[in-house]
Each structure stands twice: as structure tokens, then as C-alpha cells.
């Protein structure tokens, strides 16, 4: 898809279509207010209630998506839009109104089918941009309306399977009672889609779609990395809520044990991206766009790869302490967060443009990171430092030497020389045994 769009489009319409992705992205964010995750908490601990809860989140997300409508075409009007465009695009919220059916896999273990369901959406709307791309009439507007209605029809398909496995029910009885529940992890949600996304909006109005372009290029990868620690709380987190609910020894030595080893396996991805990222990035970049446009992209990609690595430690350990009740500190966490992310992006963005935006998500996300482990440990007694983190941390070191002792031979050689340094790594754990 990006690599369709980078090309197909101008860099300052592709800078434009990031924007309103992060945009729809952010609103999403505010629509949910922590519904989903509450949602999933509260139906893996009480399966019988399930219908009430998905009644609730429905009730409630439709209400906050006309907010979110007024809000997005506004937004897109005042950036320069117009109005027939902003008012189709800004339709898009209404979308996500349908996400509480996918907490129903969720929680009954099935994430595989809503997985299944939005990868035919994306392999839809693939297809759709490569047919208008190929024909020479793929335009910034058309592209948007595309991705507004392949991700319609996805939702679509995932409510249908979804209102199979569980009736909706009545939210009027529960609906006040469930927003307050919710509230602080909402807030939390909020600040976190907040920090997550301001950057684009900051290099938007401060130096332009160029910089939106350059900065998407390195963000688009990372986007695609941050699925990995995504989707792995979204089978792990009904699980997690399991545990943290029963309050006897052994369910609290499985959490932690849980949590350990969820840890080590995220990181087998994280600390190998991080490690080879400064030597393979330039060659990451000029795969994928367009020469003589992207290059600015290579160093924010490094430091977005090392955010990546902080991220598979932040996104399981904020999500534990959301299991274990703790949305109270989880809302205190991304609070401080957003205004250090806000602050720092004021000075970083108009001075160092997207390097700037990349190291503060970095820092970002190690702040984060650092708070919820610290939290999980003082709420359960789990701690992520165990012997789970050593083949994770073998493998990164012989990748990374591998890829930088290939680098004078290009890219490619680049990656058989990461491939072949993290075989040697696997061998000496082998060995190690």
C-alpha cells in the first residue's frame, strides 16, 4: 500500500494522505475511549455478560462517533480541504463504531478470524490502489475514499461474524456504569493516541506536507512493526485478565511467569530490529520509495526502530497493568507522557524536523516503558529481567554484527549478512544448553 502511494503520488499528496490517515487514526482513538480493552477485560472475566457489554460499547461509540465527524471535518476543512472531501472523509469514523465485535474474538480466543477478515480488506484496497495506479488516475482524494470504504466494508464483515457469536444487549441499564469504569483507561487512550500521532500534526503546521512525507516513510515501517507487540496483547491481554482476577499464589506466579515470557519473545523481533536498523535503513528506504525523494527518511527510521524495541516492552507491560486493575496509574503514566512528548516535539520538530519527531517518540516510548515495568513489578512482583531475555539479546548481537560487517557490499548482502549473524547467535544458545 505505501509503496503504491509513495510512488503514485506526489511526496507532498503522499505527506497529505499521512495526514489524514494519522487524523482518522487519532479519532478512532477518542471514539473507543477505552472501551474495547475494558471490554475485553470485563468479558474474559464474566463471559455471560458479554452481550451487555458489546450493547454498551456500540451505544456509546455511536454517540461519541457524531462528535468525531464535526471533528474530523473541521480539522480537514482548516487544512485546506474541501468541503464535499472533508465532509466523505470525515464518514469514516462512523466505521470504527463496529470494533466491539472484534473484542468478542478476542476474548473467545478467535482473533485469527477479524485478522483474516482486514487482511482481505487491505489485500482489497491493494489491489484497488495498483488498478488506478496502473491506469495513471490514482489522485490523493481518490486514494483516501478508497481506504475509507475497503475499511467499511472490513468492519462490516467483521460485525457480521461477530453478531453470530454474541447478541448485543440492551446498553441502557449499564451504560453510565460502564463509562465511569472505563473513564480513566479512556483518558488513558486518549493521551497515549495523543503522543502517538501529535508529531504528524506538529511537522503538518510547522514545515509543511514534505516533511509529513519524509516522516511517514520511516513512521509507515514502524507502524507495520508495532503490529507484532499489537497483535500479540490482543490473543495475550484475556489471558493476563484471567490471572490478575484470582487472587491465589499460583494464578500470580503464572502471571508473572506469563509476563516473562511474553517478554523474551517479543524482544526475539525488537532487539534484532534495533540492532541492525543503522546498517540496513538506507537500503530499507531506497527499497521501498522513490530515489532522490526519501533519504531524509533513514535516520528518523533508527530511531524508530528503537522505539520499536521500547515499544514490545511498553505494550505488554502497560497493558498488564491495565489487567491488574491499575488503569488509574496507566492514565498517570500517558498524562506525563503526552506532556513530555508535547513539550519535547515543540523544540524538536521546527529545529530537526522528522529526526526530531523520531528521537521524541523514542523517548517517548522509553518513559513509557520504564513507568509501566516498574508498575507491573510494585502491582504483581513480576519483573521482565530473567533468562528469558537472553537468546533475544544473543541473536540481536550476532544479527547486528552481521549486517554491519556486510554493509560495504550493499543491501542485500546487508541482510544474508544479519540472516547468517543471527544463525551464529542461535548455534552458541544451542551450544549453551
Known amino acids: 500500500m505505501t509503496l503504491i502511494l509513495a510512488r503514485a503520488l506526489t511526496k507532498s499528496d503522499f505527506g497529505r494522505y499521512a495526514f489524514v490517515a494519522t487524523l482518522l487514526a487519532l479519532l478512532n482513538a477518542a471514539i473507543d475511549f477505552g472501551g474495547d480493552l475494558i471490554g475485553a477485560r470485563e468479558m474474559s472475566r464474566t463471559p455471560e455478560g458479554a452481550g451487555g457489554v458489546v450493547g454498551v460499547l456500540l451505544a456509546q461509540k455511536a454517540l461519541f462517533a457524531l462528535g468525531g465527524w464535526v471533528i474530523a471535518f473541521a480539522v480537514l476543512l482548516g487544512a485546506g480541504e474541501t468541503a464535499t472531501f472533508s465532509a466523505l472523509t470525515a464518514l469514516a469514523v462512523f466505521v470504527y463504531v463496529l470494533s466491539p465485535f472484534e473484542v468478542v474474538f478476542q ?48 468492519y462490516a464483515a467483521v460485525s457480521i461474524a461477530g453478531a453470530r457469536r454474541v447478541k448485543p444487549g440492551a446498553p441502557a441499564p449499564r451504560i453510565g456504569a460502564f463509562l465511569f469504569l472505563q473513564t480513566p483507561q479512556g483518558i488513558a487512550s486518549l493521551a497515549a493516541a495523543a503522543y502517538y500521532y501529535l508529531d504528524t500534526f506538529y511537522l503538518r503546521f510547522f514545515r509543511g506536507t514534505d516533511d509529513v512525507a519524509t516522516y511517514a516513510a520511516a513512521y ?8 507484532i507487540p499489537g497483535m500479540t496483547m490482543q490473543a495475550l491481554f484475556p489471558v493476563l485478565s484471567a490471572l490478575a482476577h484470582r487472587a491465589d ?69 502497560s497493558h498488564s497493568v491495565v489487567a491488574l486493575d491499575g488503569q488509574m ?61 537472553r537468546p533475544a539479546i544473543v541473536l540481536a548481537i550476532g544479527a547486528g554484527a552481521g549486517s554491519l560487517a556486510a554493509l560495504p557490499f550493499g543491501f542485500p548482502i546487508g541482510l544474508v549478512g544479519a540472516a547468517l549473524g543471527a544463525g551464529v547467535g542461535a548455534l552458541v544458545l544451542r551450544i549453551g544448553r
Do not use: Q
Not at 133 to 139: E, I, K, N, P, R
Not at 220 to 227: A, D, E, H, Q, T
Not at 367 to 382: I, K
Open 249 to 317: 499464589d499460583e494464578s500470580r506466579e503464572r502471571f508473572a511467569a506469563t509476563y516473562r515470557e511474553a517478554l523474551g519473545k517479543l524482544l526475539l523481533v525488537g532487539l534484532p530490529a534495533l540492532a541492525t536498523a543503522p546498517a540496513l535503513a538506507p537500503g530499507v528506504i531506497g527499497l521501498l520509495f522513490p530515489k532522490g525523494g526519501y533519504e531524509g527518511a533513514v535516520v528518523p527510521l533508527v530511531w524508530l526502530a528503537a522505539a520499536f524495541a521500547v515499544e514490545c516492552v511498553g505494550s505488554l507491560s
Open 107 to 154: 476474548v473467545k480466543l478467535e482473533s485469527g478470524v477479524p485478522v483474516a477478515l482486514h487482511a482481505i480488506e487491505r489485500l482489497l484496497f491493494v489491489a484497488l490502489l495498483g488498478a488506478f495506479a496502473a491506469a495513471g488516475s490514482l489522485t490523493f482524494e481518490r486514494a483516501v475514499l478508497l481506504f475509507v470504504a475497503t475499511t467499511g466494508a472490513g
Open 220 to 227: 509507515r515501517i514502524y507502524s507495520f512493526g508495532v503490529l
Open 329 to 389: 496509574a496507566w492514565m498517570r503514566t500517558t498524562l506525563l507522557a503526552l506532556t513530555f512528548n508535547a513539550l519535547g516535539n515543540l523544540v524538536a520538530i521546527p529545529r530537526f524536523g522528522p529526526t526530531g519527531a523520531a528521537a521524541m517518540t523514542f523517548a517517548t516510548e522509553a518513559f513509557v516503558a520504564v513507568a509501566c515495568v516498574l508498575r507491573v513489578r510494585a502491582m504483581s512482583g513480576a519483573t521482565p529481567f530473567s533468562r528469558e531475555l
